[in-house]
């Protein structure tokens, strides 16, 4: 009976597998010995068991193999260099599911033992030998390509399998600086920070499967207020066909913020007081609006209330009179015009005297 040792190769990180020391880089493993005597058949397959002078062979390879092993642990800790169970009885192998029989060239790994030419690839077939490493995972056996293939992680952005740290977002995994924003190609992680060992941040936010950084997104896809022409954040107000921020929304005149009442003047907002300015309609006298019944003298309006004899302050409803640019019912009228001769002649004495 002759028993091959496998390494586990673990680099499940995706490092360089560690090639295995030069004596045993040779399969079958007897040919690796440096003991030249005695000279050895050239497969351990056919080696009879029973066989005399497999005896100082036996010796010779488990001190080479505790040699391989020693070295093996030097190269490295995942190394997993299994023991050889010579004692072993006949078992099923895990690979044809067939007898492993005492006579057969067998491989232990780990707990199982296999034919020589069952240990092999999942994926490929591969045999696995010292220079075939293999990666055990979910049960199943594969060789680096497979295994690479099947478990590694690739870049969402350039397709290379990713060897070091793994960005995982979108459901897929990326290279750090590959996972940028769609729009102006910058990577989300601060490169800076990442060199410095410091966490970073990744904020990005997605939009029609594509990754933008905050301040992109704004640009391409926040609506844009109407009179700043920025993006609106927060509250955007509805309203003159158009959006604007909430600050930007206020009278164009007097720049007094709108909320309530909001009169439209050539599709931009205005207040009340300016849009009644804006149309005339404001009462010459109290200079109020006039937003109901008014009175219109010459190009002037007023308020029916506000249409009142200057003297008497009772409401003209019927004939009036303009004495000075103020009015006068008919009975206040001829008072109001003696004062007002009055007034004009101390105004030329005045005039004289200087
Ligand atoms: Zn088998
Ligand atoms: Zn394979
Ligand atoms: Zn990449
Ligand atoms: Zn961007
Ligand atoms: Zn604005
Ligand atoms: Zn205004
Ligand atoms: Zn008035
Ligand atoms: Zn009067």
């Not at 002759?2 to 560690?18: K, Q």
Request: proline residues 7%.
């Amino acid at each position: 009976m002759s028993e091959v040792l496998i390494s586990e190769v673990n680099n499940l990180d995706g490092v360089e597998s560690p090639t295995l020391p030069a004596p045993v880089q040779e399969s079958p493993i007897t040919n690796n010995t440096e003991s030249p005597q005695p000279p050895l058949p050239p497969s351990v397959s056919e080696a009879s068991p029973t066989a005399t002078d497999n005896v100082p062979r036996a010796a010779d390879e488990l001190e080479a193999l505790q040699q391989f092993d020693a070295e093996l642990n030097a190269l490295s800790k995942n190394l997993d260099v299994l023991a050889v169970n010579s004692s072993a009885p006949t078992v099923s192998c895990p690979g044809c599911k067939e007898q492993v029989l005492p006579t057969d060239t067998r491989l232990v790994v780990k707990d199982f033992i296999f034919h020589e030419n069952c240990f092999k690839c999942t994926n490929c077939s591969t045999l696995f030998s010292n220079v075939v490493p293999f990666i055990e995972q979910d049960n199943s056996y594969f060789c680096e390509p497979c295994h690479e293939k099947k478990f590694g992680m690739f870049c969402g952005f350039c397709d290379q399998l990713i060897v070091g740290k793994v960005l995982k977002a979108m459901n897929k995994t990326w290279h750090p600086n590959h996972f940028t924003c769609f729009s102006c190609k910058k990577p989300f992680e601060d490169p800076n920070a990442a060199a410095q060992g410091k966490p970073t941040n990744i904020e990005y936010i997605e939009k029609e499967n594509n990754p933008y950084c905050a301040s992109c997104y704004k640009d391409m896809f926040l609506p844009k207020c109407t009179a700043c022409n920025k993006a609106i954040e927060n509250m955007a107000i509805n309203a003159l066909n158009g959006k604007w921020h909430e600050a930007c929304f206020k009278c164009q005149v007097c720049d007094v913020m709108l909320n309530k009442e909001v009169y439209a003047l050539n599709n931009k907002p205005c207040c009340k007081r300016h849009f009644y300015e804006h149309n005339g309609n404001i009462c010459t006298v109290c200079n109020d609006i006039i937003d109901k019944e008014f009175v219109s003298i010459n190009d002037k309006k007023l308020h029916v209330k506000c249409f009142t004899c200057f003297t008497c302050k009772s409401t003209i409803d019927d004939s009036y009179y303009t004495v000075d640019g103020h009015f006068y019912c008919p009975k206040d009228v001829q008072s109001a015009m003696a004062e007002y001769k009055k007034k004009k002649m101390e105004e030329k004495a005045k005039a004289a005297a200087v």
